[in-house]
Every structure is written in C-alpha cells, then in structure tokens.
C-alpha cells in the first residue's frame, strides 16, 4: 500500500509559473524525500527533509514539512520546460522503510 | 560504474517464461531495493538488501519471485513463470550504508513486457 499520497495528480501550466506538490501520509515518519522522473527513465532525488525540521530550500525547489498535518508540499518556481516530469514524494517511516506515492505528473508549457 | 546500472533496459517474453534483470550498483553502496512500477503508477517495493541478505522480502508478490545479491554487488530479480500481469518497469536502487536512511540512486529500470 502506498504510504504517501500526492496531489493533484497531475498539474499543467504555464513556463514561469509556480508549480505546487502537495503529499499527504498516514503514519510518523523519520523523513521525507522528494524525486523527480522523466518519462521513461530512473528516479532522481531532489531533497530529503527530516521529520524536526519544517522548510528546505534546493535552487528553485521549495519544500515543506508539517508532521502535525501529516503533509508536505514541493514548490517549484519559475518553472521551465525542462521541470515537465513526474514527482513522487517517499516517506520512511519506523519501520525503516521507503515508501513511495502515486507521483504528480507536470507539464510545462513554453 | 558511475551510477546504477540495469539490464536488459528491455525484455519482451512469453507467458510461462523465466526471466532474470540485473542490477549493478553504485561501488560501495551497502544497500539495495528493487521497485517495480506499472504504467503511470507509484513505485511499488519487492525486497531490499543489506549486503547479501535481505531483511525485508515483504514486497515481493508470490513465490514465482526471487532475487539475490552476490559479493555485496550485483544483485539478479528472477521472475518464474511470467504472467501478463508481471509487465512493468522493474526498477534497482541503491544508497550508502544503513538502511532507508538517505537517498537512493535509481537506475534507469528494465521494461518487462509479458506477451
């Protein structure tokens, strides 16, 4: 069963925009990572955020945390055509496992 | 090798089959997973490996699966007796040290498709 859930699950918008993740989870968790996959290809980890801690910043990448809420959110600014891939947010939780959710999936438009 | 590397990158077979995927991980990494994804899904967990031994084979879906891990290195998922609804993107892992602990390095995945 997936641990992390995303939302929307897919987004489309417009070079220059922001793009907003959101991730939702069931149970405590140690951190949670955010990945990024293009079409037809492996995962690539973007940033990894733990569970004291609430904001991280990456480049153009934003990502918050709220345990209370159980839910994280990836903010991309200034998108570009490039940034059109799938995100999927993965959480480890106490049983030391990673566990991936369904993925948003985001278009660019140039 | 400078990143995980997967092989076939593309296998077609035939129902009632056997296949065997190959992952080589990044050098020195202790650590590895194999995922399995369906098309335009979530990554789904098989079996992970601290060294050679796998402590967590809860994900892998019936007995017409296996994997092993030989040396710390290179590790082989076999599949039995493939069925249709074995087709997916199988997808290799690997980290530094302890389990789940930071980020995992993917490889490109092996794309099974189940005829």
């Known amino acids: 069963s997936q641990q992390g859930e995303e939302d929307p699950q897919a987004l489309s918008i417009q070079e220059g925009e922001n793009a907003t993740m959101n991730c939702s989870y069931k149970?405590?968790?140690?951190?949670l990572q955010w990945y990024r996959q293009n079409s037809g290809r492996g995962l690539v980890h973007l940033i990894l955020?733990?569970?004291?801690?609430r904001e991280k910043h990456s480049g153009r990448l934003r990502v918050t945390l709220d345990t209370s809420k159980k839910s994280s959110s990836l903010l991309i600014t200034a998108s570009r055509a490039a940034d059109t891939a799938s995100y999927f947010c993965?959480?480890?939780?106490?049983?030391?496992?990673?566990?991936f959710g369904g993925g948003t999936r985001l278009m660019v438009k140039p | 090798g400078a990143g995980v590397s997967q092989s076939p990158s593309n296998k077609v077979t035939e129902k009632g089959k056997d296949v065997e995927l190959r992952c080589d991980p990044i050098?020195?990494?202790?650590?590895l997973y194999w995922y399995r994804q369906s098309l335009g899904q979530g990554l789904e967990f098989l079996i992970y490996?601290?060294?050679?031994?796998?402590?967590?084979k809860s994900g892998l879906p019936s007995d017409r699966f296996s994997a092993e891990r030989t040396g710390g290195s290179v590790s082989t998922l076999t599949i039995q007796r493939t069925q249709q609804e074995d087709s997916a993107v199988y997808l290799c892992?690997?980290?530094?040290?302890?389990?789940?602990?930071?980020?995992?390095?993917f490889g490109e995945g092996s794309r099974l498709t189940v005829l």
């Open positions: 993965a959480t480890r939780d106490a049983g030391n496992m990673l566990t």
């Open positions: 149970t405590s968790i140690n951190n």
């Open positions: 955020i733990r569970s004291n801690e």
């Open positions: 050098s020195g990494h202790t650590a």
């Open positions: 490996f601290q060294g050679n031994s796998a402590p967590d």
């Open positions: 892992a690997s980290s530094h040290g302890g389990a789940w602990t930071g980020e995992l390095f």
